[in-house]
């Protein structure tokens, strides 16, 4: 079984701050680990993803996730907000087991303000 | 080149009726997936379709149902609709062969409203 937790439902940050956005997942093997963000009345869109290769995986538009096996977390960051990261950001765990069907976290909304 | 395309858009319902949402993938994709997304909810799997046979599915009931054609475009059918079923239906796209780690690509999404 897998799961993904997604650790604060808000996240408000200013326009040039540093973001965080916590994810925990728990997977009985080793899995594959994404980010997602969803802009309003948009599709999804791969941000990252965490295939065990290099633990420090960097995506697009400047964000970067490192997964940590022993903490069982993939936390996304990104050095400084912009007006246009104000989106919903799903993580996605994805696992072997005879089944790659991905898990949904609930999604975390990050706000930013100018 | 065209990503995922889906409609309609946007549809309304009543309970009882049925529903036929329809995906054409990103050029070049074999395997559709749809998923279903309750507001402020993360999208759960509904089912995976691959050489025109469902190969995995979530825990939905069997109202819900699919089909996929030679071209690999897909429907998502829903009977006997409830009000719970009102929600964003998603499609997303891939190759088979990047299932188990390759990039979703997903469309815009349907928008139920069951009344």
């Known amino acids: 079984a897998q799961s993904v937790t997604q650790l604060d439902s808000h996240v408000s940050v200013s326009e040039g701050t540093p973001v965080l956005l916590r994810c925990n997942y728990s997977?009985?093997?080793?899995?594959?680990l994404f980010w997602y963000v969803q802009h309003p009345n948009k599709g999804l869109q791969l941000l990252l993803k965490?295939?065990?290769?290099?633990?420090l995986v960097k995506g697009i538009n400047g964000f970067e996730a490192e997964f940590k096996k022993s903490e069982t977390s993939f936390h996304l960051t990104k050095p400084s907000a912009h007006m246009s990261d104000a989106a919903e950001y799903f993580c996605v765990v994805r696992g072997p087991g005879g089944s790659y069907i991905p898990t949904f976290g609930r999604g975390t909304s990050l706000i930013v303000h100018p | 080149d065209a990503g995922v395309t889906q409609s309609p858009t946007h549809l309304i319902k009543t309970r009882g009726q049925q529903v036929t949402l329809r995906c054409s993938p990103k050029?070049?994709?074999?395997?559709v997936s749809w998923y279903q997304q309750a507001l402020g909810q993360g999208p759960q799997f509904i089912f995976q379709y691959y050489e025109e046979e469902e190969r995995q599915r979530g825990n939905f009931p069997d109202r819900f149902s699919g089909h996929q054609f030679p071209n690999y475009s897909s429907e998502l059918n829903v009977n006997a609709l409830l009000l719970g079923d009102s929600a964003l239906y998603l499609c997303?796209?891939?190759?088979?062969?990047?299932?188990?780690?390759?990039?979703?690509?997903f469309g815009e999404g349907s928008r139920l409203t069951v009344l």
């Open positions: 997303a796209s891939s190759f088979i062969s990047g299932v188990r780690t390759g990039e979703l690509f």
């Open positions: 997977s009985s093997y080793s899995p594959s």
């Open positions: 050029s070049g994709h074999d395997t």
């Open positions: 965490y295939t065990s290769a290099a633990t």
